[in-house]
């Protein structure tokens, strides 16, 4: 039904996202987002449970290769329709009203809030080898970064891309002086084409899933581009070349430092170090290496919480614009072109969740249970969503199509599926709060159709 023309005039002028963010922006966002502090820890779990050196780089590659099958279906939703919602768009035009909102809910308390304590954490975690605060150091500093770095999103969009670009350029810095340091000064002690592995020759196919398991992890976050494809420039087709730049980069780094470990180190010792990034600092320059890991590692987390932050933001905005209930998160404010409310929800959420680390005093491990089941299932149904649309919408103006349709699409979601597995296979605790968060969504769910109330608003 169309709306009245008063309705429509009060909606042109309602402050809404701008194109203001730029190429070189996007990429610094997402490059943030990955390449994280998990590629200091990952690397010895994928070793000790790989056959050898050659299967160890056998996974990563192919880690950037499943990326970019899932970066081709995004560039493909996100350029035909683009929101600032992303995947909460894509699940709301594929399956309905509900689906969305449960994603949106579980997006808002789950997914994004845990990833951000969780990367708080981490940097929490670094921080404290330089400056230890107390017996709940790490949850302090977490707590810090949090309050500071939401801050500064609500600010404005302006100073948080700035601020991204910074401290991604200083990560990125660290990990290529890293790598260099390492092929270039490091005496050679490992041999990339003949190690033995850590696991039995009898068990190389089940270890190798495991493998892929720890190495999508590492790459996962590359998909909240699709976040700012309303606020991105270059129109539509604008967002295959960020994503494209963007998992090159990741990908080149990740097979150079894993590289640059088989060069140093033995696959034994790269798969029983409990800090690999420190030990191979250690064997490059001494001692001295363990701070100098510890301000990169810290500044990775940085990097990752603001990118975050930063996309978490325009989901819960969009879930405000459409459910009666949220309605206070749908404000956009001018004057930053930030959606403030949302953002300061967000964070009190993330800090609530710092606080359940703090209580379970293993924050890492218990977001890391907390984030993942909910983060894959949706995923999943994101993957699915993009096949459903072709069907439904056949005649939409589609400016990029994924290739080889529909194989990648169905191979994408076949890797979702196997990591929705593993992810309830191998988790404790935070997972059960996670699920039992997402079930308070079907909750308010209830509450908000019951007696044929409306669930969504009109727009």
């Known amino acids: 039904m169309a ?34 502090a998990a590629i200091f820890e990952t690397p010895a779990l994928v070793a000790a449970n790989s056959s050898g050196p050659w299967m160890m780089m056998a ?12 970066a081709l279906c995004y560039a493909e939703l996100a350029s035909t329709y683009p929101h600032p919602g992303g995947d909460y768009h894509y699940l709301t035009k594929a399956y309905g009203e509900r689906l969305a909102f449960l994603f949106a809910w579980a997006r808002m308390s789950v997914i994004q809030t845990g990833s951000i304590a969780l990367l708080a954490f981490i940097f929490g975690d670094y921080m404290s080898q330089l400056f230890l605060l107390g017996p709940v150091s790490s949850s302090i500093y977490a707590a810090l970064a949090v309050v500071v770095l939401t801050a500064l999103n609500v600010v404005g969009v302006r100073q948080s891309k700035e601020s991204q670009k910074l401290l991604t350029a200083a990560q990125i810095l660290g990990l290529v002086l890293l790598i260099a340091g390492g092929l270039f000064l490091a005496p050679a002690v490992g041999d990339v084409t ?26 996962g976050g590359w998909n909240e581009a699709a976040y700012i494809s309303s606020e991105l420039q270059g129109g539509r087709r604008a967002m295959f070349k960020v994503l494209t730049i963007s998992i090159a980069i990741i990908t080149a780094l990740y097979v150079l430092f894993n590289l640059t470990l088989l060069r140093v180190m033995t696959m034994e010792q790269i798969g029983s170090s409990q800090a690999i990034g420190a030990d191979l600092m250690r064997i490059v320059t001494g001692e001295a290496g363990a701070v100098l890991m510890s301000l990169l590692v810290s500044a990775s987390a940085l990097a990752s919480t603001n990118a975050v932050i930063l996309t978490g933001g325009r989901s819960a905005y969009a879930m405000g614009r459409d459910f009666p209930m949220f309605s206070w998160l749908g404000q956009w404010s001018a004057g930053g072109n930030t959606p403030r409310n949302a953002l300061i929800a967000q964070g009190a959420v993330a800090l ?4 359940l680390g703090t209580f379970t005093r293993s924050g890492f491990k218990t977001m890391v249970d907390f984030t993942a089941p909910v983060f894959w299932f949706f995923f999943l149904l994101t993957a699915i969503s993009l096949m459903l649309l072709r069907r439904r919408e056949p005649n939409a103006i589609r400016p ?50 019951r007696n044929g109330r409306r669930l969504t608003t009109p727009q």
């Open 352 to 355: 609530a969740l710092v606080g």
């Open 194 to 219: 003949g190690q033995a592995g850590a696991v039995t020759e009898g068990n190389s196919n089940t270890a190798f899933g495991l493998v892929m398991v720890f190495v999508l992890l590492t790459y």
């Open 400 to 449: 990029f199509r994924v290739p080889l349709y529909p194989v990648i699409p169905i191979l994408f979601a076949a890797t979702c599926a196997y990591l929705l597995y593993s992810s309830l296979a191998y988790t404790g605790f935070g997972a059960g709060v996670g699920v039992l968060v997402l079930l308070v969504g079907l909750i308010l769910l209830a509450v908000q159709t």
């Open 3 to 36: 709306l009245p023309a008063a309705e429509l005039e009060a909606g042109a002028s309602r402050p809404h996202p701008r194109p203001t963010i730029e190429t070189l922006d996007a990429v610094a966002l997402i490059v943030g987002i990955v390449v994280g």
């Open 59 to 70: 996974a990563w590659l192919l880690g950037g290769v499943v990326s970019f099958m899932g």
